[in-house]
């Protein structure tokens, strides 16, 4: 594994938090002088809109035809604008953007020799069946868990009744590819029909299935398969090490994306959503204790260490709205934590395609949020099948732009609920993204620990 010392690791952090405070600042400067036309802008646009939607309602078919024209005019407008102000913005997009490539690069050979290795390590197909059923098994009770928690809380706090909407026209388009459930799509999603795609793609479930078969077939032959897990463990810390250099970046990667999306938002899109954005972290705040807890009872007070010592990932993927950018942090510091690495190797990655808590829960709250907002009344019936479709659609999302939000369109689709309705999240999405993305990291932290507890395999924490 690489060596840090323990006052890089804490300055690294330091430096992330003050990139982070510097950031908000800069953007909400940003956000009252130099974008301040656009946004200026684009609040006219949208009150436009909203006004000519609900004239729209009452309006003779003449009327309606002119409205409508009307309409496509100030969303043409409200594009060029929204372009104007991201070319305005871009240099500091482009930081984070990079920051984010690198880590990219990182992951797929990552994911891929360290679960072959962790999987070959494993000795034969009955350890792997048998800690993958394990793993399986905490990833399907905290899936669930989480999406019958967004369920519970948006029906308990119901954000989207004060929106009061009219339920908008068929076809109404959001700039969201959806599509509805299908079996054939999910399953071609999972068996790669090339790994070097997979890889160049970032197909995190693809590379997955890959890594197992390989894994399994470099244990079967037996000495041959030492040379391949040699090789595979020395390239993985070689990955490992290019992993130090490029984190080195993570508080300048952290700088620009939270200068971008306070600049474009501002900090008036919070109180515009405040209600919904407070309710769902407080959803995430609740879904925190509740996955310690549960992990409390397998490790005991170990899970609070857990904790502290993932504060960087965690404060990492929040700041950048990626769980995919911590991933190589998290592994390492899973190893230190005290999980064997042939259990960190095998669980984590499974993680990132299985065990995505705070997505998850989003996608119930989101989905019902949308529903309330044009005042659709859900049975318990309906909303239990919602969340089962959500369970099956939402595996292996991990690495794909905005996947909640296609996810969550293609439900909509399934359950007739006005997909349009998905424009009432795009505007606060990026910051609920890092409370999502910060969960994930969480989840799967714990998860890894868990397991690693059932397989007597979770030594002492690194000093």
């Known amino acids: 594994m690489t060596e840090q010392t323990p006052p ?91 920051f984010l490539r690198l ?20 000795g034969d197909i009955n350890s792997v069946g048998r800690i993958g059923g394990k793993t399986l098994l905490w990833f399907i009770g905290a899936s669930l868990t989480s999406l019958l928690l967004g369920m519970i809380l948006v029906n308990v ?34 068996f790669p029909a090339s790994v070097i795609d997979a890889m160049a793609k970032n197909e995190i479930l693809q590379i997955v299935v890959f890594s197992l078969f390989f894994g399994v077939a470099t244990a079967a032959i037996g000495e041959q398969g030492k040379i391949v897990i040699k090789a595979m463990d020395a390239i993985a810390h070689v990955i490992l090490k290019v992993t130090g250099y490029v984190m080195n970046l993570a508080p300048l990667a952290v700088f620009g994306a939270m200068t971008a999306i306070i600049a474009k938002q501002g900090l ?40 502290k010592k993932m504060r960087e990932p965690i404060l990492l993927a929040f700041s950048t709205s990626s769980s995919e950018a911590a991933f190589p942090k998290t592994m390492e510091l899973l190893q230190k934590f005290g999980c064997k690495d042939k259990i960190v190797s095998f669980v984590l990655p499974l993680g990132y395609s299985f065990n995505l808590d705070g997505s998850m829960m989003y996608m119930t709250f989101a989905s019902l949020f949308i529903a309330q907002s044009y005042g659709i009344v859900l049975p318990v019936s309906t909303q239990i099948s919602m969340l089962l479709v959500l369970m099956l659609t939402s595996k292996g999302i991990a690495g794909v732009p905005r996947a909640s939000l ?30 999502r993305s910060a969960t994930n990291v969480v989840g799967n932290s714990i998860a890894t620990a868990v397991v690693s507890k059932w397989e007597n395999s979770l030594g002492a924490e690194e000093k």
Do not use: C
């Open 268 to 307: 008036g899109i919070l109180k515009t959503y405040s209600i919904f954005i407070t309710e769902f972290y407080s959803g995430l705040l609740i879904l925190w204790i509740v996955l310690a807890l549960a992990g409390s009872v397998i490790i005991g007070k170990r899970v609070i260490a857990l904790l």
């Open 157 to 190: 706090f119901q954000p989207g009744i004060a929106m009061n909407l009219p339920v908008p026209d068929a076809g109404t388009d959001i700039g969201i590819t959806h599509s509805g459930l299908s079996l054939k799509d999910f399953l071609y999603h999972v």
């Open 406 to 435: 296609v996810v969550i369109a293609g439900t909509l689709a399934t359950f007739n609920i006005p997909e349009a309705g998905l424009a009432l999240l795009l505007g606060i999405d990026p910051l609920l993204d890092m409370g």
């Open 8 to 98: 890089k690791k804490s300055n690294l952090t330091l430096y992330i938090i003050i990139a982070l405070v510097i950031g908000i600042a800069l953007g909400f400067a940003l956000n009252k002088t130099y974008v301040l036309n656009e946004n200026q802008k684009l609040e006219s646009i949208e009150i436009k809109i909203k006004e000519n939607q609900h004239l729209q309602t009452s309006a003779d078919s003449l009327s309606k035809l002119s409205l409508k024209q009307k309409e496509t005019a100030l969303v043409k407008d409200r594009s060029a604008t929204l372009s104007l102000r991201d070319k305005k913005i871009e240099p500091f997009s482009i930081i984070a953007d990079i």
């Open 103 to 122: 880590i990219k690069m990182i992951v797929a050979p990552l994911v891929f020799t360290t679960l072959v290795v962790g999987v070959a390590k494993l």
